[in-house]
């Protein structure tokens, strides 16, 4: 097996910003944020629309926390859940920058972030940009059922997150990308679409310990080793598949679906997902403490699950990804 | 503007592979194709399930041709146009291979070969995958209605190919990747979802003159530009856009559309489309003449249509986007 850990020489987050909805910023981090509409609307007349415009305005802030226009940025990395990733597509076309449509369900950020580092530090490109979102009203009616048919949620359901989150990378910056694991598509026989968690711990855990085996570094290198979105479900079996492989991350460990709300007095069952729950929590609660130093050297795993609502009425079970960035504040 | 062509000084593809349906068989370059199944079916009880079966067996038929195993793959950078990109998600399952998940709509092909190319020149891989697929079956269902309705096709429309692509990547081979050159999303208005091919025509027109205008390079120096899949109508609306700026592409002009079927005996209106239409045939009609050193120069411009049937429904126009490579033999 060739080694798999990507390094990066040259590779930085150098501004991220981050737009929600009222429940994530009703939540416990709620203030981190940087913009908020407590409508969920965005002054768009579609909920698709909306999570469109709220890619928009989460690339705008993070340009304008950079002080450059568009022209400055030299490719975007970008995808989400609607069908045909159009979250992206439209909120990304007012802008005349090199697109890379991805799609790597709740996992989008992470990939982004990967390839943004890794196109960087190699030289393709000055600056470029990962750039992500969900909507919950968006999702519900495209993988479950539209909001206002009243649907009861499984205790093991997530809440996809009304967010979005988008990265600026470059070459040189206080928050360093040092290395990726990019994820392997793994599918353990979960074919349950309300209980994500159970379909994505496997693929977290695949990608936690090979990168623990590889590097030779332990949990307690680091100062959170971050999922995103397993949610309390999925990341308890994280902790249990991991302790059965004799790596205890618990002290480490944060999950974003499990960050983004106040679980019990929000109503969340199981927490938070979507592509733009771990976007928004990276973006504003996780990079801002790694710039600002509070915290030094963290692994980011962004985990997906990759089917779709087809592929779960013919009966098949859930593939799910995990890829890995490990981020540190430049000493 | 920065320069945005990227180029390559390591990269390669070193081994393709197509597999087809019927019709794509029987069409006039049938007999290239690696592998077909005159049922479309792969052996499957599902359309989308047999599409995920052709991305397999191609990706297969290309690790045969290396004389490798999954294990000497490092990279898969995959996609199709199923919602939630489940052709590859459950096509490349088994292969416990890292993998990086795609969505460019039909510039799959194209955006796939250029992440490889990028990433294996930058020396992250030694081995790099791109692979895509359509199924008109599949396809169909999801974008306009189950074949079995037998709705009536537009003379615009063009008739998703039944085909999954490969492609092998490493630093040094006979075809090389010299340059990309990533697409912007463009709009300009149309919302006809029976013609896709002039949605897709400004997006190709935007990319090839940009390519043309920062290379400095002229038509006449390359055997082809190959277009892929504008189908009949968007080739000539191409073409027509060019020579309005002055560039007169028309005597090395292909569409991979117009190539894979013959028209009017099959009855395909404007022709073919599909990720796996351009995937199939750079994969096994363009590179194995590269291969075989009787073309020597050829841009590929794999173009998207990048909307769903939900944003069609909500009354938005067409974004599109076209992705290009530059593949030459080594001379």
Redesign the interface.
């Known amino acids: 097996?060739?080694n798999?850990i990507?390094k990066f020489t040259n590779a930085a987050i150098v501004a991220s910003a981050a737009v929600v909805g009222k429940d994530e910023y009703e939540g416990p981090l709620g203030e981190c944020f940087d913009l908020h509409d407590s409508t969920d609307k965005f002054g768009m007349n579609?909920w698709?629309?909306a999570e469109s415009e709220m890619q928009r305005l989460a690339f705008n802030t993070a340009l304008a926390k950079l002080s450059i226009s568009e022209?400055g940025v030299?490719?975007l990395f970008a995808?989400d859940?609607?069908?045909?990733?159009?979250s992206s597509?439209?909120g990304?076309?007012d802008f005349?920058?090199?697109?890379?449509?991805?799609?790597?369900?709740c996992s989008t950020a992470v990939?982004g972030i990967m390839?943004a580092a890794?196109?960087v530090?190699?030289?393709?490109f000055?600056t470029a940009a990962a750039v992500t979102s969900s909507h919950y009203c968006s999702a519900e009616r495209?993988y479950r059922s539209p909001v206002e048919y009243g649907a009861q949620r499984s205790p093991t359901a997530q809440w996809t997150a009304t967010a979005a989150g988008a990265f600026m990378l470059r070459k040189n910056g206080s928050v360093r990308v040092r290395e990726a694991?990019?994820?392997?598509?793994i599918?353990k026989g979960i074919s349950d679409a309300s209980n994500m968690g159970a379909a994505m711990a496997p693929a977290a855990a695949d990608t936690i310990l090979r990168y623990f085996r590889e590097s030779g570094a332990s949990p307690k290198d680091f100062d959170a080793i971050v999922t995103g979105d397993l949610g309390a479900e999925g990341a308890s079996i994280l902790c249990e598949l991991l302790l059965s492989e004799g790596l205890d991350i618990r002290e480490q460990h944060k999950d974003c679906g499990v960050l983004i709300y106040d679980i019990e007095r929000q109503d969340k069952h199981a927490g938070g997902s979507g592509c733009g729950c771990s976007a928004a929590l990276l973006a504003s609660f996780f990079v801002p403490q790694l710039e600002r130093g509070e915290i030094r050297d963290i692994l980011a795993i962004g985990t997906?699950a990759?089917?779709?609502?087809?592929?779960i009425q013919?009966g098949?079970s859930i593939?799910a990804?995990a890829h890995l960035v490990r981020l540190s504040c430049e000493s």
């Open positions: 097996m060739h798999r990507l579609t698709e629309r022209r030299d490719a995808g859940l609607l069908n045909q990733c159009v597509a439209y990304l076309l005349d920058i090199p697109y890379f449509g991805l799609y790597g369900a990939e390839l890794a196109t530090s190699a030289g393709y000055k495209q694991l990019p994820g392997i598509v599918e997906g990759m089917m779709s609502p087809a592929s013919q098949q593939p990804i």
